[in-house]
């Protein structure tokens, strides 16, 4: 940590005490609020197809928020540790959030290789995958909550060169889907790899000839999400700008657009069809943002517009 959270605690408290929330999202916000901003959250675009909202564990301890999946009933959130907008990554672990009331259920440590933990899936069979930029671990659940760490549970590792990048991640049939967060169009892809480069015996070092399938996507991609259909939604943002995509995963083809919230990150969907995100801003590492959200959310996507 390079500036403590109690300086963090008069800055925002001076700066962000009033933010309020948008006339579509008054529910109240579950989990444990940040003491080092308003505990008040900025309205958000789309605010009314939002349906949960929990304040991203961590937060107070200087995590910033980037991935999230939904695993056998609860949601899980990567983050990592930083409260200095220079430095883009820390110690990094996952929480584990009861749905239903935001309580923190559980967490454990990533590898100290893990950096970032830009995005998660859930794989199955107890199996998660994170992503850090230039590799995916892949873990058991059970054994890594219970020891509090992943020394035990790591499942294989798969170093990613060349193009592919761990920026995001996600998982269907068979198929692990990355990309890069790039500010560049020339950079913004996503790649499909086959899930079972984790069976190898040691670390599978890869670049893009890997990938069985590729397509250009739009750029400051963060977050991407299979449906139950299997149609690809992908976030896009920076401090200032908010993006979700639906796409047709073969083509890449832009079916559905819609505004979301500044510094939306990973995605995931839940069995009843709900899409889980989680945005940084506001997080320990941004308090300067002119938004303030740094909140695991719900949505439902028939109410987007």
């Known amino acids: 940590?390079?500036?403590?959270?109690?300086?963090?605690?008069?800055?925002?408290?001076?700066?962000?005490?009033?933010?309020?929330?948008?006339?579509?999202?008054?529910?109240?916000?579950l989990g444990t609020a940040p003491t080092y901003i308003a505990a008040q959250a900025s309205a958000v675009p789309n605010s009314q197809a939002i349906t949960t909202m929990i304040w991203a564990p961590g937060l107070n301890d200087g995590y910033v928020p980037q991935g999230i999946t939904y695993a056998d009933g609860q949601v899980l959130v990567?983050?990592?540790?930083s409260d200095n907008p220079k430095v883009g990554g820390g110690p990094s672990r996952v929480y584990r959030l009861d749905p239903a009331s935001g309580r923190s259920t559980g967490q454990f440590d990533l590898p100290p290789t893990v950096r970032h933990a830009g995005g998660m899936a859930y794989a199955g069979?107890?199996?998660?995958?994170?992503?850090?930029?230039?590799?995916?671990?892949?873990?058991?659940?059970?054994?890594?909550?219970?020891?509090?760490?992943?020394?035990?549970?790591?499942?294989?590792t798969i170093s990613l060169t060349g193009a592919l990048k761990g920026s995001f991640v996600d998982f269907r049939e068979g198929s692990i889907l990355t990309g890069a967060y790039d500010k560049h169009a020339d950079g913004s892809r996503v790649f499909y790899l086959p899930y079972k480069l984790f069976d190898r015996a040691s670390d599978a070092t890869i670049d893009e000839h890997a990938a069985t399938r590729s397509f250009a996507v739009t750029t400051l991609a963060q977050g991407a999400a299979f449906d139950a259909q299997g149609y690809l939604w992908l976030a896009f943002s920076n401090s200032k700008h908010g993006l979700l995509q639906k796409v047709d995963p073969v083509s890449g083809k832009v079916l559905q657009q819609?505004?979301?919230?500044?510094?939306?990150?990973?995605?995931?969907?839940?069995?009843?069809?709900?899409?889980?995100?989680?945005?940084?801003?506001?997080?320990?590492?941004?308090?300067?943002?002119?938004?303030?959200?740094?909140?695991?959310?719900?949505?439902?996507?028939?109410?987007?517009?």
């Open 125 to 156: 069979k107890g199996m998660l995958i994170v992503s850090d930029t230039r590799r995916l671990y892949r873990i058991d659940m059970a054994r890594a909550f219970a020891d509090g760490n992943s020394d035990r549970a790591l499942r294989g």
């Open 1 to 29: 940590m390079n500036r403590p959270i109690r300086h963090l605690t008069r800055i925002g408290l001076s700066l962000l005490g009033a933010l309020v929330l948008g006339a579509g999202a008054k529910a109240a916000i």
């Open 258 to 305: 819609h505004a979301m919230v500044d510094g939306i990150e990973d995605m995931g969907f839940d069995p009843q069809g709900g899409l889980w995100a989680v945005s940084e801003a506001g997080s320990p590492r941004w308090t300067k943002w002119k938004t303030v959200f740094p909140i695991v959310f719900r949505m439902d996507v028939s109410k987007l517009q």
């Open 78 to 81: 990567s983050s990592y540790q």
